[in-house]
């Protein structure tokens, strides 16, 4: 008979999101009258911005013609989404990053999973706490941790506590470790890194031979002009870094799936001789041999976020979700209640009231105000006691969610 990946049996009962949608769905079944709000998982709601529907029929009219139509594309990305990658995101911002170092996927969250193919097993891994779960349970699955303890935490993976103290912005470990996964704007807790943070965060990993994995998937949201937008904004970060990035949340395609990953050529790992490998050559292997490419439909639709128009309906769409995330903030602080994040991110991170348990606090908004959010303690340990409220919904359904709150949460 054959044998499974014992490792999967490490893993927690349930996902954290799917286990939101479990609970959710049994109340539903018992109340059929409620209307839920659900600002939970980080999920857009507003349609795709004009030119990129535009470009998408478009494209979508090629295929009608033998002239015009096509069938498999480079797995690596077309180059004019590439190159205008280059041209909108990193040559502004001063960053030496070239087209053929960007790879076009179906998702950040994909890459951040699939990146472990080309990690040797025995890394020592480090990962913040609270943490995006993606990045902890890929471990889990490709064998790099151990059993996990009463609170969650895995043998074998350095957690990287952020909390109010520490402004929710990870210490360098003690220890030396050879993978670490930052994420800024950060999910959950909406926390932005500095150029200074970021630069002792490549020094660390030029001085240990590690290699940072950094998500950038939010960066559309930041407000502060003094924050960096990319890793690469730092020197020395191309021999250290791969970034990770996605149109899901800045140009809606959590349904039309496009992302990207940056692995520049001159970031190396060890094979087991100790010798130099490129990593990105490792990447372009893999890539090709697992991967077909993302539909070039999706990809002229992508493209067409960093036409003029795009980029201006884009702004629009992101401005509308950080004014909800400002109505967010606004009602819980009024109403006494402790909050962070919201400011450079679409994510609010609260304090729950009295010291309450996350999964009660879920609970209680469920029950008291039909709303869904976040149990703090799905992204770790260090999460429990508070609770990630998403700005992603209409201006109705904020503001009526935030209505409930403050006439139906008793705190």
């Known amino acids: 008979m054959a044998t499974i990946n014992d490792n999967f049996l490490k893993l927690k009962a349930g996902y954290l999101f799917p286990e939101i949608a479990r609970r959710v769905s049994e109340f539903q079944a018992a109340n059929p009258e409620a209307k839920i709000i659900k600002l939970g998982i980080g999920d857009v709601t507003e349609p795709l911005p004009d030119a990129i529907i535009k470009a998408m029929h478009e494209a979508i009219d090629e295929q009608a ?30 960053c ?58 895995y043998e074998g993976l350095v957690y990287m506590p952020m909390t109010a103290d520490n402004d929710f912005i ?15 704007p950060n999910n959950p807790t909406g926390a932005v890194m500095t150029k200074e943070a970021l630069t002792q965060w490549v020094n660390y ?54 992302g990207f990953l940056v692995i520049p050529k001159s970031l190396m ?27 070039y ?16 309906q884009i702004k629009e769409t992101v401005g509308f979700y950080m004014e909800n995330a400002l109505i967010v903030r606004n009602t819980l602080t009024g109403m006494g209640i402790e909050t962070f994040g919201g400011e450079n991110a679409p ?33 770790g340990a260090s999460g429990e006691g508070y609770f990630r409220i998403s700005a992603f919904n209409s201006r109705e359904n904020i503001n009526e969610a935030m209505n409930r709150l403050k006439t139906k949460l008793s705190v």
């Not at 360098?172 to 800024?184: E, F, N, T």
Request: hydrophobic share 35%.
């Open 65 to 94: 013609s033998r002239e015009t139509f096509k069938g498999y594309g480079p797995e690596q990305g077309y180059p004019f989404l590439r190159e205008a990658i280059v041209e909108n995101d990193y040559a502004p911002r001063g």
């Open 96 to 153: 030496n990053v070239a087209a053929d170092e960007i790879f076009i996927s179906d998702g950040a969250k994909c890459d951040t999973g699939n990146i472990l193919d080309i990690l040797g097993k025995g890394n020592k891994i480090a990962v913040t706490d609270p943490v995006y779960p993606v990045y902890v349970d890929t471990n889990v699955m490709i064998g790099n941790t151990g059993e996990a303890n009463d609170k969650g935490e």
């Open 170 to 184: 990870p210490e360098l470990p003690k220890q030396k470790v050879d993978v670490i996964y930052l994420c800024s």
């Open 205 to 258: 990993a030029k001085e240990n031979g590690s290699i940072i994995l950094y998500d950038a998937a939010y960066e559309a949201f930041i407000q502060d002009s003094s924050v960096p937008h990319s890793i690469f904004e730092i020197p020395g970060a191309r021999d250290v870094a791969i970034e990770s990035r996605s149109f899901s949340k800045n140009a809606g395609f959590t349904g039309m799936r496009c």
């Open 269 to 295: 790992g060890k094979d087991s001789q100790g010798n130099d490998v490129s990593l990105h050559k490792l990447w372009n292997r893999r890539h090709g041999t697992k991967f077909n490419g993302a539909s």
């Open 297 to 312: 439909v999706i990809q002229k639709g992508a493209a067409a976020a960093y036409s003029e128009e795009g980029k201006k």
């Open 347 to 379: 994510y609010v991170w609260v304090k729950t009231p009295g010291g309450m348990a996350s999964w009660d606090f879920f609970d209680k908004l469920l029950n008291e105000c039909n709303i869904v959010g976040t149990p703090g303690s799905g992204f």
